[in-house]
């Protein structure tokens, strides 16, 4: 790899190009970061773990401008400096790229470009652009497409589209928020590899992440915040284990999920049944493809795919929440048809949903009121609805849960994602039901709140429900699924017991169809998976 | 013998150009994702404004310009509303077009019935003698003219320069601006404004060029037909332009039949340009709103408060 | 396998929520703050709306200097034409009848979430029907049968305009704030072509308009004022409407879809139909107000015959934030402008349509400086 635009590589000076020192910052009755240090050298990845609400985020803004620290100063190659916004932070050097890729889906990459890198003049120059972007793609080895519409770009595709804009952008250090939660296992190791080279050039790298097994493979050093505070500072991550990762998280030890679990036997008719199921997306383009699967009662079918492999689709058709195009469904034996939800109701389906601010959070509703709905006829009075009663059953599920939701009264739309998350999983695990469908069931949760969550539906399970859940964590699904559907540009590419797989086995599987555009810095997929579709 | 396309082609062309204007700077302010209902209060607003100013000052191109001016500050009055004190952009667009329902009747008392030196059509030399194409496009006055240029100029701002690119940005994520820099309320605050400025020229175009008169509400819902052009163009400026002819054609067949002799209901015919705008929506479906800037979209579909 | 204790956790990407607590158990009305805290509410409530009002006002009184008129004359006309004198006041409650019942008409699918500007055209169509009935029942049948006929001739008519326009929205996406606009110039159109050619009175000079309907059609006075039962009518709705939104359950299902269509859906509502029959009542209420000034004030269909009363209505409901309560004030206050503007015409020589300077000031002001804020913007 050529460098055409970066400082000569292999400087040993242990100066760091970043320096954070004694950062705090408080939001009201809330203290985000207390006493924050943190630095990052060049040629180094710097990882920075902490679960959800740790304060990662707030650091990462504060670094990149968008906050202001009540106190502590800020470094960049020993020069003292104030970082009043995003544009400064760029100027300096320091470059972002955000777990939710600032991009614009309906602009093509150079004009996602042009935004970003200030070009002088009235007129875009988009020939000009496009010359430019080709360069840069080839001397740091990043594949990017200036003509790509970003709305057709994968998500793999999209970030390396935004890290290259970083790059271009002049950044010595590199920020990653989250990378790899969209990733395939391959993507991941090819995003690794762009790391490592980044590395090799002297940027100095701090990649944000909660999963440890990446941090033992690409940090140099990692540090832990824990409750806004810096737990664990700069520590080599190699010779630790995920219990004392874990324990610096999370102060204090979390149990394992228990790795025996009974075998359920039911004559109750399969939870699910997808029989030759496609179905299209939002935009008119096929998201599932001939899709046939079968979760029985009392077991939990995880499902694996990199995002927009059509998990939100096969949610979505298993609660009758989508129609199929052609196929059947069946919940609890029963054929939803063009029900809609509300056969999937009366079939005994719920939902945990993927995008719950968007699909099921009613702005001027309270808790009790998001409570109630989807079972209105059951607390019909003669005219209106039995508040009351609504009441006391809230009150039981949030006992029988203890996911800690909030109180009744507060309106959804003012909680904070990880809260909103409580009262969805509450909501749907509350109950009994012969189908569950829950989409990233631990998104926006602490880890003591995620283990909670995982025994609930470990508990569904064993009262004979059938599950189906998706998740972005293969740790989490390898965790608590009996068996793992693996979906790729909508097929189903194959079904594997959760407790002989592995990540590699898994990875294999996401990628197994060449369905998507070019992408051309991966390694050619793994030839050894079976692609039969998976009968059950 | 005259030839009655031709008369509604023609009349098509002059008559269309009010509602162009108003349609592609109604483009601009939905590009960067602000719906503006005040349109119809923007364009009588103009169109007042010019034939107020023509007859104090004798000339028709200070009266385009004051035109320009108040629809440019009606439209100001919504963007404040709507940016800076997030009202419901439908309520607020329809106050201000009765706001300007008012103020022009107010103020526009004084100049009905009186005449001005107004902007008559001027054939272009050599081409308006073209057979066909002559009369339909080149014999008309100088506002239509200048607006031949002025659609393509408006695709070439959108799709071609820096700014065009911010006021899209604005209606499509507008988080995007605001990490790279930008203010999101400034870029509106500028399409909305343009946007009304534009309304304001097609309001004069009608008041001191086309019908050379003023008289209460004379747009008499050309405002509103814009809007829902601006859907069904999906939001392109080149669509737009041939669009309104589409409804000048449906606003000159009254006239042309009825010189004619055809005793067409005038009423009837008068509904037409509704009728087809609303035909042209069904049958353009539910795509429309597929194409829509993103954030737009979020503003048909999100509630009222 | 015991659970280990949990650490408190906040969450800083809603910086300011506390933990959360345990569950209590309060009905679905928001939990009572204490009291004082809601009187200090009210009184900044009082105060931003004073405010608001004194500002439009100011505004106004600047035009009308900047027009040449007299301030200070004008608005002592004004006072004492419209506010001193029984006639004029009971004109207030007139033109609030049908104030009242087309502002309803936007406050039933605002609701559900849906704006509806057609309340002028559904006005229209409800007087177009019930002049229909009139004209062709008023002297045939008993006055109080032809009064209901024409009330649910124009409700059924009302109901239809917007029910169309609710169609086109759930076939074919049109967005209603379009559909229901360019709809009210077709009734408008309708109307017109009405007048001039079949139902033209043969005997009228002057503007073309409908013969004039039977006295024992016409909407009886209250007592011994000039305020006809319309004025009832209008109440008695409201007070059917605020019932209905607050208490059963399709009021709620319209709260919910109003406020997130799409989690409706995958609660299983009907959403369609709901939408459908938010509109259905809504149109049929602004009808019924058409049919309240047809048979109540004017007795004959006639070019201008509502003078922007479905405009004003929608002001109205903006004004009263879509409450079916304060709605009633709203109607009033603006009906109490619209008086005043022909009293205006009268003294001091302007146009009546000046007071829509005065109302579309007044409701900038509202929009812009008196909304509660809910919590994130409102687009």
């Known amino acids: 790899m050529t460098t055409t635009t970066t400082a000569a590589p292999e400087t040993t000076t242990t100066e760091p190009l970043l320096q954070v020192t004694g950062f705090t910052k408080q939001f009201g009755e809330v ?22 609400g740790a304060g990662k985020s707030t650091l990462l803004k504060l670094v990149y401008g968008m906050y202001k620290p009540d106190a502590g100063e800020l470094r960049v190659a020993g020069e003292q400096v104030a970082v009043g916004s995003p544009t400064q932070a760029r100027a300096l050097g320091i470059g972002m790229v955000f777990q939710d890729l600032r991009l614009v889906p309906a602009f093509t990459v150079t004009e996602n470009y042009a935004l970003a890198l200030a070009t002088s003049g009235v007129t875009l120059r988009q020939g000009e652009l496009r010359r430019r972007i080709a360069e840069a793609s080839e001397s740091y080895g990043l594949a990017v497409d200036p003509t790509a519409l970003v709305r057709h770009l994968s998500i793999g595709e999209r970030q390396r589209t935004e890290i290259l804009k970083v790059l271009m952008s002049g950044a010595r250090i590199v920020i990653l928020d989250e990378p790899t939660s969209v990733l395939a296992p391959t993507e991941v190791e090819a995003l690794f590899a762009m790391v490592n080279g980044l590395r090799e050039q002297g940027l100095g790298i701090v990649i944000v992440t909660h999963k440890l097994a990446e941090v033992r493979a690409i940090a140099d050093r990692v540090t832990v915040l824990r409750g806004g505070r810096v737990v664990l500072a700069g520590a080599d991550p190699k010779p630790m284990t995920d219990a004392e990762l874990i324990e610096a998280m999370v102060g204090q030890t979390v149990a394992a999920l228990p790795a025996e679990r009974p075998t359920v036997v039911s004559d109750a008719p399969p939870a699910l049944e997808l029989i030759g199921v496609s179905a299209l997306g939002d935009r008119g383009v096929t998201a599932l493809r001939d899709v046939t699967l079968t979760v029985n009662p009392g077991e939990i079918v995880g499902v694996a795919g990199v995002a927009g492999s059509g998990q939100r689709e096969l ?13 059947t469904v069946r919940v609890s034996g029963r054929e939803l048809g063009r029900g809609g939800p509300t056969a999937g109701i009366a079939a005994g389906a719920v939902d945990v949903p993927e995008d719950p601010v968007n699909d099921a959070v009613v702005p001027t509703l309270t808790v009790l009121e998001h409570m109630a709905l989807g079972h209105l006829k059951a607390f019909a009075r003669r005219i209106g609805l039995d508040w009351r009663r609504i009441g006391r059953h809230t009150m039981d599920i949030n006992e029988k849960v203890q996911l800690r939701m909030a109180p009744a009264h507060r309106r959804v739309a003012d909680l904070s994602g990880g809260n909103i998350q409580r009262v969805m999983l509450s909501r749907a695990l509350g109950r009994e039901a012969n189908l569950v469908v829950a989409a990233y069931p631990s998104r926006g949760l602490d880890i003591a709140t995620t283990r909670r969550t995982q025994e609930l539906l470990l508990a569904r399970r064993a009262e004979g429900a059938g599950l189906l859940v998706v998740s972005e964590d293969l740790d989490e699904l390898m965790a608590v699924a009996d068996r793992i559907a693996v979906f790729c540009a909508g097929r189903l590419t194959g079904i594997v017991p959760a407790a002989t797989t592995n990540r590699q086995e898994l990875g294999a599987l996401m990628t197994a169809t060449e369905a998507t555009a070019t992408d051309s810095t991966t390694e050619a997929p793994a030839g050894e998976a079976t692609m039969e579709k998976a009968q059950s | 013998m005259s030839n009655l396309a031709v008369d509604v082609l023609a009349g098509a062309v002059g008559g269309g150009t009010a509602i162009m204007y108003a349609g592609l700077g109604e483009t601009i302010s939905e590009r960067a994702g602000v719906i503006n209902l005040g349109t119809e209060g923007s364009m009588l607003g103009g169109a007042l404004a010019a034939y107020a100013a023509t007859a104090t000052s004798g000339s028709p191109w200070v009266g385009a310009l004051a035109g320009i001016g108040a629809g440019a500050a009606l439209a100001a009055v919504h963007a404040v509303l709507v940016i800076a004190r997030k009202a419901n952009q439908f309520a607020s667009g329809l106050t201000v077009m009765f706001f300007a329902l008012g103020l022009t009747s107010l103020f526009g008392a004084s100049y009905v019935g009186r005449t001005i030196h107004s902007l008559n059509p001027w054939k272009v030399p050599g081409l308006a003698a073209i057979p066909w194409l002559g009369p339909i496009l080149f014999d008309h006055d100088p506002l239509t003219y200048l607006s031949y240029f002025v659609a393509p100029a408006v695709w070439w701002v959108l799709y071609r320069s820096r700014v065009g690119l911010l006021v899209r940005t604005a209606g499509e994520h507008s988080e995007v601006l605001l990490v790279h820099g930008y203010s999101t309320s400034l870029v509106r605050y500028v399409s909305v404004i343009a946007g009304g400025g534009l309304c304001g020229l097609g309001g004069a175009q009608l008041s001191i060029a086309y019908s050379n008169a003023w008289f209460e509400n004379m747009t008499v819902g050309r405002g509103f037909i814009a809007v829902a052009l601006v859907i069904f163009a999906t939001w392109n400026p080149l669509r737009v332009m041939a669009g309104s002819y589409l409804f000048g054609a449906a606003l000159a067949l009254s006239p042309a039949l009825q010189a004619r002799g055809y005793g067409i209901n005038q009423f009837a015919l008068d509904a037409i340009p509704f009728v087809v705008t609303i035909l042209v929506l069904a049958i353009l479906g539910k795509r429309t709103l597929l194409a829509a800037p993103d954030e737009l979209r979020r503003v048909f579909e999100t509630r009222t408060t | 396998m015991t659970d280990t204790t949990i650490p408190a956790q906040f969450s800083p990407d809603n910086a300011g929520t506390p933990a959360p607590a345990a569950v209590t158990t309060t009905p679905a009305a928001t939990a009572a703050p204490a009291s004082e805290s809601r009187l200090a509410d009210v009184g900044r409530g009082v ?201 059963t359950t399709w009021g709620f299902r319209l709260r919910v879809i109003g406020g997130n269509p799409e989690a409706a859906r995958r609660a299983g509502l009907p959403v369609a139909m709901l939408l459908l029959s938010a509109m259905l009542v809504g149109g049929a209420l602004a009808g019924l107000g058409g049919m309240v000034h047809y048979a109540g004030v004017e007795y004959k269909l006639r070019t201008g015959i509502t003078t922007n009363f479905g405009y004003i209505a929608f002001l109205a409901s903006w004004l009263a934030r879509h409450n079916p309560v304060s709605v009633v004030l709203a109607a009033l206050a603006l009906a109490a402008i619209t008086v005043a503007g022909d009293s205006l015409q009268l003294d001091s020589g302007l146009p009546a349509a000046t007071v829509n300077i005065l109302m579309g000031l007044v409701l900038i002001a509202v929009l812009g400086w008196t909304a509660r804020k809910k919590g994130g913007a409102a687009r």
């Not at chain 3, 229209?124 to 024409?150: E, F, P, Q, T, W």
Request: aromatic residues 8%.
């Open chain 1, 31 to 52: 203290l985000a970061n207390s006493n924050v240090s943190f630095d990052v050298r060049p040629g180094e990845v710097h990882a920075l773990i902490g679960e959800n």
């Open chain 1, 315 to 327: 949610c979505e058709v298993a609660v009758g929440a989508r129609h199929p195009s052609e196929g």
């Open chain 3, 47 to 247: 105060a931003r709306w004073a405010a608001a009002l004194a500002g439009a006002i100011a505004i106004f009184t600047l035009l009308l200097l900047v027009k040449g008129a007299n301030p200070a004359d004008v608005y002592s006309h004004v006072w004492t034409s419209t506010f001193t004198n029984s006639p004029s006041i009971q004109q207030i409650f007139v033109k609030a009848a049908p104030l009242l019942l087309g502002a309803l008409a936007v406050v039933v699918p605002a609701r559900a979430g849906l704006v509806n500007v057609g309340g002028e055209g559904q006005i229209v169509i409800g007087a177009v029907a019930a002049g229909g009935i009139g004209i062709s029942l008023g002297d045939k049948l008993g006055g109080g049968l032809v009064m209901i006929l024409m009330a649910v001739a124009a409700m059924l008519a009302g109901a239809a305009w917007a029910g169309l326009a609710a169609v086109l929205r759930l076939t074919v996406g049109i967005n209603e704030a379009v559909s229901t606009l360019l709809m009210n110039y077709i009734a408008l159109d309708v109307l017109l072509y009405l007048i001039y050619s079949p139902w033209k009175d043969p005997h009228g000079t002057g503007q073309p308009t409908t013969a004039e309907l039977a006295d024992t059609a016409k909407l009886p006075y209250l007592g011994t004022t000039s305020i006809h039962i319309g004025f009832v009518f209008a109440l008695v709705a409201t007070a059917v409407v605020w019932a209905l939104l607050r208490y």
